[in-house]
Nanobody
Protein backbone atom coordinates (compact mmCIF):
# COMPACT_ATOMS: atom_id res chain seq x y z
CA UNK A 1 0.00 0.00 0.00
CA UNK A 2 1.36 3.38 -1.02
CA UNK A 3 1.59 6.00 1.70
CA UNK A 4 2.55 9.61 1.03
CA UNK A 5 3.52 11.96 3.85
CA UNK A 6 3.97 15.67 3.22
CA UNK A 7 5.64 18.02 5.68
CA UNK A 8 7.49 21.30 5.89
CA UNK A 9 4.61 23.75 5.68
CA UNK A 10 4.02 26.60 8.08
CA UNK A 11 3.19 30.25 8.51
CA UNK A 12 5.46 32.66 6.69
CA UNK A 13 5.39 36.30 5.70
CA UNK A 14 5.10 37.31 2.07
CA UNK A 15 8.49 37.14 0.42
CA UNK A 16 9.63 34.29 2.63
CA UNK A 17 10.57 30.72 1.78
CA UNK A 18 9.59 27.20 2.72
CA UNK A 19 10.80 23.79 1.66
CA UNK A 20 8.22 21.04 1.45
CA UNK A 21 9.07 17.35 1.50
CA UNK A 22 7.07 14.33 0.40
CA UNK A 23 8.21 10.97 1.69
CA UNK A 24 6.76 7.78 0.30
CA UNK A 25 6.49 4.21 1.47
CA UNK A 26 5.20 1.18 -0.40
CA UNK A 27 6.45 2.45 -3.75
CA UNK A 28 9.68 3.53 -5.39
CA UNK A 29 9.11 7.13 -6.46
CA UNK A 30 12.01 6.95 -8.89
CA UNK A 31 9.82 5.08 -11.35
CA UNK A 32 7.02 7.64 -11.34
CA UNK A 33 6.08 11.05 -12.67
CA UNK A 34 5.50 13.05 -9.50
CA UNK A 35 3.80 16.32 -8.81
CA UNK A 36 3.01 18.84 -6.11
CA UNK A 37 -0.59 19.95 -5.87
CA UNK A 38 -2.07 22.96 -4.10
CA UNK A 39 -5.59 23.32 -2.75
CA UNK A 40 -6.50 26.89 -1.91
CA UNK A 41 -9.36 27.46 0.54
CA UNK A 42 -12.66 26.76 -1.19
CA UNK A 43 -11.02 25.72 -4.46
CA UNK A 44 -10.17 22.55 -6.35
CA UNK A 45 -6.79 20.93 -6.00
CA UNK A 46 -4.43 22.07 -8.77
CA UNK A 47 -1.10 20.81 -10.05
CA UNK A 48 1.61 23.44 -9.55
CA UNK A 49 4.82 21.53 -10.36
CA UNK A 50 5.73 18.16 -11.79
CA UNK A 51 8.93 16.22 -12.36
CA UNK A 52 9.42 13.24 -14.61
CA UNK A 53 11.70 10.26 -14.22
CA UNK A 54 14.02 11.89 -16.74
CA UNK A 55 13.92 15.07 -14.64
CA UNK A 56 11.66 16.89 -17.08
CA UNK A 57 10.09 19.67 -15.03
CA UNK A 58 6.97 21.73 -15.67
CA UNK A 59 5.55 24.54 -13.54
CA UNK A 60 2.22 26.25 -13.45
CA UNK A 61 2.51 29.88 -14.52
CA UNK A 62 1.52 31.02 -11.04
CA UNK A 63 4.70 29.58 -9.49
CA UNK A 64 7.18 29.68 -12.36
CA UNK A 65 10.44 31.38 -11.31
CA UNK A 66 9.59 31.09 -7.61
CA UNK A 67 9.17 27.37 -6.91
CA UNK A 68 11.58 24.54 -7.65
CA UNK A 69 10.66 20.87 -7.63
CA UNK A 70 13.31 18.20 -7.16
CA UNK A 71 13.58 14.57 -6.23
CA UNK A 72 16.01 12.34 -4.35
CA UNK A 73 15.23 8.82 -5.46
CA UNK A 74 17.72 7.35 -3.00
CA UNK A 75 15.67 8.89 -0.18
CA UNK A 76 12.38 8.18 -1.95
CA UNK A 77 11.45 11.82 -1.46
CA UNK A 78 10.22 14.69 -3.60
CA UNK A 79 10.80 18.31 -2.59
CA UNK A 80 9.27 21.68 -3.37
CA UNK A 81 11.40 24.73 -2.65
CA UNK A 82 9.09 27.72 -2.42
CA UNK A 83 10.64 31.17 -2.63
CA UNK A 84 9.18 34.69 -2.77
CA UNK A 85 5.96 33.35 -1.34
CA UNK A 86 2.77 35.33 -1.92
CA UNK A 87 -0.52 35.32 0.01
CA UNK A 88 -2.06 33.58 -3.02
CA UNK A 89 0.18 30.59 -2.35
CA UNK A 90 -1.77 29.87 0.84
CA UNK A 91 -3.31 26.41 0.83
CA UNK A 92 -2.73 22.77 1.58
CA UNK A 93 0.02 21.18 -0.48
CA UNK A 94 -0.01 17.53 -1.49
CA UNK A 95 2.23 15.33 -3.56
CA UNK A 96 1.04 12.49 -5.76
CA UNK A 97 1.59 10.70 -9.01
CA UNK A 98 0.77 12.82 -12.05
CA UNK A 99 -0.49 10.04 -14.35
CA UNK A 100 -2.76 8.34 -11.81
CA UNK A 101 -3.52 8.99 -8.16
CA UNK A 102 -2.50 7.00 -5.17
CA UNK A 103 -4.34 7.62 -1.90
CA UNK A 104 -3.82 11.23 -0.91
CA UNK A 105 -1.74 12.07 2.11
CA UNK A 106 -2.80 14.54 4.76
CA UNK A 107 -1.02 17.38 3.00
CA UNK A 108 0.90 20.20 4.63
CA UNK A 109 -0.60 23.63 5.31
CA UNK A 110 1.15 26.68 3.91
CA UNK A 111 -0.07 30.07 5.10
CA UNK A 112 1.45 33.24 3.71
CA UNK A 113 0.61 36.47 5.49
CA UNK A 114 0.72 39.84 3.76
Amino acid sequence: QVRLVEFGGGLVQAGGSLRLSCAASGVSLGSHYMGWYRQRPGEQRELVARIGTGLTIVYDESVKGRFAISRDDAKNTVYLQMNRLEPEDTGVYYCNNVLFYWAWGQGTQVTVSS
